[in-house]
């Protein structure tokens, strides 16, 4: 399973158009609320040099990007945690994802209406993280009842978790994310399983008219409240970003020139994605192909083999390590491998981003 980033905004913010740029899904597009009611799921590659690089080498009969699922869970309107516009049912779907990409219209035009009436990037951001926080604190005083249960069947444990949910439960109620505090342990503990919306990382996507782009005037609101928020921040066109995307690789680049920009928002927005979350790749070259796998940063060799084959975890006997740049500049695996670059690591290694690996391992 690939970790997942959910899609969050207002109606009209341009969230089916991002969706269908990034996966080339076919998620419905219309100005109406309420039309993408099951939530869309997509892959969308990773864009990766360092992956053509070590090809160059090794020509594999495929190259194999990393990727990472997005969900376009529609219906978030003001009043949604209170069950408005099927509100509660997306937000439960957003439980699930391990971190949110959140659309903020910053593009005027007449014939999409705006839920809000106008324009005001950072009301509409207000506006979707007060339902979060609403939903939230349904999730704790659900949890609150159930402590308060505990105490009297006289559970130890229960005393430090009221505890800690009434300090959650502070936050929410002035409107603080969870994200914005720093848990200890044990109130790690207590919130990790409550998979609380506010908690999750997010990336700001806002989402400008072609017209203003490459500087996106209407967009300066989002990126100072990002800032604010010590929180990532990608300014794009939806609309530009899905032409783009239809088109072969050599005319998109003319096309994206055309509006000063170098690379698609797409991937700019890939790479912000993959570091909300804190992921890393390694590259495998084995099974004539090339393939980058996602990683969480720190992960240790034997799970990163279990990325490719639970049996590669199970019979896990030490991995060939060397980084793509060495491997690139010494020119094949075999010289690596004779000039000694080439290392072997045990168990206990820990995955570097960039690290080229041949996993040993025994069968059955
Ligand atoms: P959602 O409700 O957030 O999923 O919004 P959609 O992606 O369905 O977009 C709603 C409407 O806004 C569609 O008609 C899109 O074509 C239009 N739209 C999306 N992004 C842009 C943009 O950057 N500029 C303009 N002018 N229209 C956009």
Redesign the pocket.
Known sequence: MPLSIGIV?L????????FNALTTAGAR???F?FT?IEPHHGIAPVPDPRLGAVAAITHPDRVVPAAVEFVDV?GLVRGAAGGEGLGNQFLAHLRDVDALAH?VRC?R?PD?PHVEGDLDPVRDIEVVETELALADLATVDRELERAQGRIKAHDPAAAEELASLHTVRGWLQRGVPVRAQTADESLSRVLRPLRLLTAKPVLYVA????TDLPDAAAAAPVRRYAAEAQSSVITL????ESEVAALPAVEAREFLAAYGLSAPGRDRLMRAAYDLLNLISFFSTASREVRAWPVVRGTKAPQAAGAIHTDMERGFIRAEVIPWDTLTQTGSLQQARERGVLRMEGRDYEIRDGDVIYFHFTAG
């Open positions: 905004g109606p009209n913010a341009g969230k089916s158009t991002l597009v219309a100005s609320p993408t529609a659309v593009f035009a999409v989402n400008a008219a072609d066109s939806a609309e530009l």
